[in-house]
């Protein structure tokens, strides 16, 4: 061992004794929350860890005796790979900031071994390898497992017999800025109980691998066991804390509230309410008005898609097969909550006008068709249900939900998702911070990141501007070294850099993106004096591994790359790059380097989006639909600021209102110069430059989505062919904006100044107030 590695490993010991000293000195305040999410992605727990420790802490002082680097001591950790994507890096961000603030939270997730796949490109596509994030003993350094708060869950076997699993949990704390800290408890399985018939193997898998989508029979049970373990076990421990507490489940409302985050713990409902009535309330008259009535003020329920294929629906027969006495409470639950929609219908207690239809009462139905709709029983049950971003919460209560928002009208409310800008900005991004304070003449800033606004007259200020480029310069320099190093692809660093990063699925669109750079290209074969200002088109982000078209569009960028850099006709002005395994890591090299910030997806489909707003505090340009939070980064920097595109919500869904309304053949028919593009896809113009030889047809399943629809979805589903000549329009119109580098540079800095709503700080605060009912502030 070097002399820097056994500095390294005192180092990671002290840290390690750091850590253990802050989750033993975390008080059980009312009213915690205890935010249930099966994902979440922290990054490196070093990393976050250092970013918030303070300037004079002892701890630093030794990394600096020891002349140990931030980046060696990174390095040496691995990240919890826990998430897929917005929704397990928003939990980070949440539990981030309310450490941060003080606010009493602990993150309930599993904990995976297997986690979210490393991405390796090999032969122009995606290979999926297991993300080694354990040590080989499958322990993790910073983890401190608590068998004292295990808890055990049960199923019902397919062989009839019921198996227990004891789930321990281990504590990771996420360290605030100011001495306060979040515990994620990540629940592995310990011991299994099963009769010798039982499918063992399955509940060996509750802390196997994280799924990305459904798969078969098998899987999905096994996804639903993982969903029941995490809610069976989330519920125990609350009550456990209770009675720790010297109160009972009576106090479990004033004591605790129980975050709901997207569907996939939506189980804590029945499983709290089966618990109370089995355990603790048996024998009273009145226990399931009991049950309820805490159930009702313990809840909520935060949801984060729109697209109805993505919601939660787990077949009757599943539910009851693993976990009858549940099942039967969820049948309960549906029967009590269409009495009292009958009431509606038939006397109009509530006093609606027009009063509730039958079609509503049974768009609202818990149970129908033999599946259980989940989003609808968190919205009966829990006390308060919200959107992401304001876009999309007014579709839920429009359009999803509207049955339901008509019928409790102050029950549904937003909160916009924010990300921590002492992550993205402050730690990843020291040359911003520098340039931020430099320009403001203090750091107040970074405790209240609304003080940002402060830099809003600096944006007019030349000597600013000038500072601001070589800021982001440097970065993009570093940006390119890693490209450079991990793919070999030169990316001059003059080349405006336009960057897409986020999982790929075709609702995101990178195929319109795509359609856009085989649009460049062949105007460029055709006339390589066109005028443009050269540019890298930048691309990350993984494909669920079953997922063939998402997969595809990553193998048409690959292709890209290698037609268009390899082309001494068009490499000067255009530039392809996909960087391999988009991850919290990573990511924080790409926004500071990033001109122009993609966030294209079909108007009405992302319900936020979170990297809009990590580009955003890194002063990089939006191009973009009016969709998710783009919406309100729109509303934030104005059109100056801000480049729109694309048809707008309702357009979108008057379409889709309106089956056979939509032609996107007529649109290709009419409009060469996107029929050259699609035609690209198919007419041998990428071959030579695919991998394996002879898959001239490659890429037809895309075509054909495009054009005539697949798997009995209409064509174009997604609008790309409606979008590409106002995407393509905007984007000249950007790169022609580019060269005045004075207006571009000022609107770099008005999107950093106006970025201080996006902060998670303020999405916490929000949530305590309208969510949690906590008063923030409260210590
Ligand atoms: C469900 C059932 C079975 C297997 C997998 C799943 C599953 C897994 C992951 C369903 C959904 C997800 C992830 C959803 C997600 O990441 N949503 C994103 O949440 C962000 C934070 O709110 C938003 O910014 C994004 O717009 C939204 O897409």
Same mark, same amino acid.
């Given at each position: ?165 004891? !789930?321990? &949990?281990? %504590? =990771? ?12 408890? @990540? +629940?592995? $399985? ?77 189980? !804590?409902? &029945?499983? %709290? =309410? ?12 009145? @226990? +399931?008005? $009991? ?489």
């Amino acid at each position: 061992m070097t002399e820097t590695q056994l500095h390294i490993e005192t180092l990671r010991a002290q840290l390690r004794a750091l850590m253990e000293s802050y989750i033993q000195n975390i008080p059980c305040t009312p009213r915690t929350v205890i935010y249930t999410s099966m994902e979440i992605l922290p990054g490196s727990t070093v990393a976050n860890t250092l970013m918030n420790l303070a300037e004079e802490s002892p701890f630093l002082q030794t990394l600096r005796e020891l002349k140990v680097t931030y980046d060696d001591l990174i390095q040496s950790d691995t990240a919890p790979a826990l998430g897929n994507g917005g929704l397990g890096r928003l939990t980070a961000c949440i539990g981030e900031s309310a450490a941060t603030q003080n606010v009493p939270m602990i993150v309930s997730v599993p904990r995976h071994t297997q986690g979210l796949f490393r991405q390796k490109l090999e032969n122009g596509r995606q290979v999926e390898v297991p993300d080694q994030w354990l040590n080989e003993d499958g322990t993790y350094f910073f983890e401190f497992p608590r068998q004292e708060y295990a808890q055990w869950v049960s199923f019902r076997d397919d062989c009839g017999g019921f198996v227990k699993v004891k !789930m321990v &949990p281990c %504590l =990771i704390p996420m360290i605030g800025a100011t001495g306060g800290c979040t515990t994620i408890y @990540a +629940w592995k $399985v310990g011991t299994v109980l099963a009769p010798v018939a039982a499918n063992r193997e399955r509940y060996l898998r509750i802390d196997r691998q994280l799924y990305c989508e459904d798969s078969d029979d098998e899987g999905k049970k096994v996804r639903l066991v993982q969903e029941s373990a995490l809610s069976q076990a989330t519920v125990r421990l609350a009550i456990q804390k209770c009675y720790e507490q010297g109160k009972t489940v009576m106090d479990l409302p004033e004591l605790f509230c129980l975050h709901i985050n997207d569907t996939h713990a939506s189980l !804590m409902i &029945p499983e %709290l =309410i089966r618990i109370l009535l089995d355990e603790y309330l048996v024998g009273r008259d009145d @226990a +399931w008005d $009991v049950a309820w009535d805490i159930a009702t003020r313990t809840f909520v329920y935060t949801n984060h898609t729109i697209m109805k294929e993505a919601l939660e629906k787990w077949p009757l027969w599943m539910l009851q097969q693993l976990m009858p006495r549940t099942c039967q409470i969820i049948v309960e639950i549906d029967r009590r909550m269409v009495e009292r929609m009958e009431r509606e219908v038939q006397a109009n207690p509530s006093g609606l006008n027009p009063p509730l239809s039958r079609e509503e009462l049974d768009s609202m139905r818990i149970i129908a068709d033999g599946r259980v709709h989940m989003a609808h029983m968190d919205i009966f049950t829990a006390c308060s249900v919200n959107g992401v971003a304001r876009l999309h919460t007014d579709i839920l209560k429009e359009r999803e939900l509207k049955a339901f928002h008509r019928l409790m009208s102050t029950k549904i409310c937003n909160v916009t998702n924010g990300v921590t800008h002492r992550k993205f900005l402050v730690f990843a991004n020291p040359e911003e911070r520098k340039f931020i304070t430099d320009c403001l003449k203090q750091e107040d800033w970074i405790e209240d990141m609304t003080r940002l606004e402060t830099l809003l007259p600096f944006a007019e200020e030349e000597q600013a501007r000038q500072d601001f480029l070589k800021m982001r310069k440097a970065r993009k320099e570093v940006l390119a070294q890693y490209v450079k190093e991990t793919r070999g692809i030169a990316l001059p660093v003059d080349f405006i850099f336009d960057v897409q990063v986020k999982r790929f699925h075709m609702y995101k669109r990178q195929l319109l993106n795509c359609l856009r750079i085989i649009d460049l290209y062949l105007s460029l074969k055709k006339d390589p004096a066109l005028d443009i200002t050269p540019t890298a088109f930048i691309l990350a982000g993984k494909a669920a591994a079953g997922y063939r078209q998402a997969k595809l569009v990553i193998e048409l960028v690959l292709t890209l790359e290698k037609l268009i850099n390899d082309d001494p006709e068009v490499n000067g002005k255009i530039r392809v790059c996909f960087i391999e395994n988009y991850n919290v890591s990573n990511a924080m090299k790409i926004f500071p380097a990033t001109d122009i910030s993609e966030q294209i997806s079909t108007a009405s489909t992302e319900a936020s989006g979170t990297s809009n707003m990590k580009f955003m505090l890194s002063g990089a340009i939006t191009l973009g639909t009016l969709d998710g939070a783009n919406v309100e980064i729109h509303e934030a920097v104005g059109d100056e600021s801000m480049y729109l595109f694309g048809l707008r919500s309702e357009e979108v869904m008057a379409y889709q209102a309106k089956p056979g309304s939509y032609d996107p053949r007529k649109l290709y028919e009419s409009n060469a110069r996107l029929r050259r593009a699609v035609d690209t896809l198919i007419d041998g113009t990428l071959l030579r430059e695919m991998p394996a030889p002879g898959e001239s047809d490659r890429f037809e399943e895309l075509y054909h989505e495009l054009l005539y629809g697949l798997d009995g979805n209409p064509a174009d589903q997604y609008f790309v062919l409606a979008d590409f000549e106002s995407y393509r329009e905007a984007f000249l119109r950007m790169n022609h904006d580019y060269r005045d580098s004075s207006k571009w540079t000022r609107n770099a800095i008005r999107n950093i100044a106006l970025s201080g709503f996006f902060s998670s700080d303020r999405t916490v605060k929000d949530y305590c107030e309208k969510v949690w009912k906590i008063s923030f502030g409260n210590q």
